[in-house]
């Protein structure tokens, strides 16, 4: 059992309240129906006092010296939302039917990502289970949670939250996520989290009253960056640490997604993502846990391997450079960023063989270098998609590719990404062409909703074609009711054509390309392209080559076929003699050369 700093800790004859507050010289706990109790002050900070008869169920707040009263930084549950008081948790009493889980390795994970609140109808941790055979059913095999620490408000992404050790309680109690792990690894599931370690939203957090939490050293996009390296950071980076070690430990969790680590700085001797990924694996033990990384810097650094081929720090990276050449392909847009995937089906053939299409050359969008070197890693460093909630969500209307695409376009795309030596990932409802938007909302007090309304027109007004009418009011139940999925429609003919359609890629997957995964390494990917076609092979696992043949536009495209002697091993679009018919793709195995 961990020890950790943050939050009561249980005892036999009572429980112990603490609070690390090295800004205040004088702390009082409340403990609900009770007085105010001064609590005992250490000099490194720490307040601390034990209360006889307090027990799980004992609900508190911490009293600063001006009368301000704080929920607990390291509160386990906040049964009334952020502002509300803490209650004391004992995590100790879930019952785990799969206490000898042990994970699956890496090149086994098929990624489903999805939000709690708009998975299921009810938006809780319970009723995400009773859709837990589906996803196994589908062939997904990890489930990735957006982030579930308590946020302000009813509804919201999650990328906002302020207390990270406590799930949000609009989506259950903690025993509940606990059974929704449970439940998952009982058919075979890995559970990750997306947890956010860059900023703190900016309803509900106390902690810089009481605490040096943000240093005027580092700048992020929300703001000042948070304090790894200042005067008083030891204890901030333990409070981050330690809540990572807690989300694998105490919910038995397989993995997290670390958002935005590039705005993550420290200029410690060890950064404090290192320090975070050892002290995971320690913890983790023998377990397979994996830790993925959201990086805009493509810094492929944090991707390591050793000599045996196991990641040192961090096991994979969301590749968004394969997504920018897919959506570009499929569906034409060149605007922003996107413009700088849309000169040639060079672009394309790069991401899918070598991970990032920039390596360190100049990219005009960001108007500067980006990237290093990826083409030495195996390609399970990388997680492919075609959709997620940023791609989707950052859309005027959060739109989907099927509301504006042929299912043609998606379907080649899809056979593309999900057969990739990648590691997939779909967005929750794309295996059934679900149409429900997916976009941003969110919860706070009106000035910040006013605040969040403002810059979300802003930010989109520079999109081509913007109409301001098309914009969804983030702040609106309606826009975050838009969002649930209508499982109602999953026996629709056209959803069951999509379903069944990602199932067979899925199982393909499966049976003929996660064998060939084990072990795979760096430098194992080359292409060519010939117009719009694109051709990749990768020397994988047991002298086994895969080999890609795609044409993903509206026209014909000439090109080479696959060697006689390659065996095919999936196909979706038609060819006629040595010519790729709009949206071909061609999967198939071969030997050695």
């Not at 930084?73 to 889980?101: C, K, M, Y």
């Not at 009723?127 to 196994?136: N, S, V, Y």
């Amino acid at each position: 059992m961990t020890d950790f700093l943050f939050g009561p800790v249980l005892l036999e004859n009572g429980v112990r309240f603490r609070i690390w507050a090295p800004l205040q010289d004088h702390v009082s706990l409340k403990v609900e129906g009770g007085e105010r109790v001064e609590m005992q002050r250490a000099e490194d900070g720490w307040h601390s006092l034990h209360v006889a008869g307090a027990g799980p169920g004992t609900r508190y707040k911490f009293v600063l010296g001006d009368g301000c009263e704080v929920p607990d930084a390291g509160s386990r549950f906040q049964p009334q939302d952020v502002h509300g008081p803490s209650e004391v948790i004992d995590l100790a009493t879930h019952r785990w039917a799969t206490a000898n889980w042990q994970g699956r390795p890496l090149e086994e994970v098929v990624i489903y990502e999805l939000h709690l609140g708009a998975f299921t109808r009810e938006g809780t941790f319970l009723a995400a289970i009773e859709r837990l055979d589906h996803l196994a059913g589908l062939g997904v095999t990890a489930i990735q949670l957006m982030p579930i620490s308590d946020f302000p408000g009813r509804y919201g992404w999650g990328y906002d939250g302020v207390l990270p050790y406590a799930p949000d309680s609009s989506y259950g109690r903690p025993d509940d996520l606990m059974a929704l792990v449970d439940a998952a690894h009982q058919r075979g599931l890995c559970v990750f989290l997306d947890v956010v370690y860059n900023h703190f939203g900016p309803d509900g957090n106390y902690l810089p009253i009481y605490a040096p939490l943000f240093t005027e050293h580092h700048m992020t996009p929300w703001g000042r960056g948070i304090n790894y390296d200042g005067m008083g950071s030891d204890m901030v980076r333990e409070y981050v640490i330690q809540n990572a070690i807690y989300w694998i430990t105490e919910f038995r969790l397989d993995g997290l997604r670390l958002d935005a680590v590039h705005a993550i700085k420290d200029d410690s001797d060890e950064h404090v993502l290192h320090e975070l990924a050892r002290r995971v694996r320690v913890a983790a033990s023998d377990r397979h846990v994996h830790l993925i990384v959201e990086n805009e810097d493509n810094d492929s650094d944090l991707l390591k391997r050793d000599s045996q081929g196991e990641a040192t720090l961090f096991t994979a990276q969301w590749n968004d450079d394969v997504h920018h050449v897919l959506h570009v392909a499929a569906t034409g847009e060149n605007f922003g960023y996107y413009a700088d995937y849309a000169t040639d089906a060079s672009k394309l053939g790069r991401a899918l063989a070598e991970g990032f299409v920039f390596q360190g050359e100049h990219m005009p969008f960001r108007g500067s270098a980006r990237g290093k070197i990826s083409s030495n890693l195996p390609p399970t460093a990388f997680i492919s998609f075609i959709q997620n909630h940023d791609q989707i969500g950052n859309r005027a209307r959060g739109d989907r590719m099927i509301s504006y695409r042929p299912i043609e376009a998606i379907k080649a795309a899809a056979a593309v990404y999900l057969l990739l030596p990648e590691i997939p990932m779909l967005f929750m409802g794309e295996e059934w062409g679900a149409e429900e938007p997916f976009s941003y909302f969110c919860d706070f007090n009106e000035e910040l909703n006013e605040k969040v309304r403002q810059g979300r027109r802003q930010e989109l007004s520079r999109l081509p074609g913007f109409d301001a009418d098309d914009l969804l009011d983030p702040t609106l139940p309606s826009t975050f009711a838009s969002a649930k999925l209508d499982w109602s429609k999953l026996s629709d003919g056209k959803s069951s054509e999509m379903l069944a359609y990602y199932r067979g890629v899925l199982d393909v997957r499966h049976r003929v390309i996660v064998p060939l995964l084990k072990g795979a390494a760096g430098n194992s990917g080359t292409y060519r392209v010939s117009g719009e076609a694109v051709a990749v092979d990768w020397q994988l696992a047991g002298g086994k080559r895969l080999h890609l043949l795609a044409n993903l536009s509206d026209g014909d495209a000439s090109f080479d076929l696959p060697r006689d002697d390659a065996e095919l091993i999936f196909k979706v679009g038609s060819v006629a003699g040595n010519v790729l018919k709009p949206w071909a793709v061609i999967w198939s195995l071969g030997g050695t050369d």
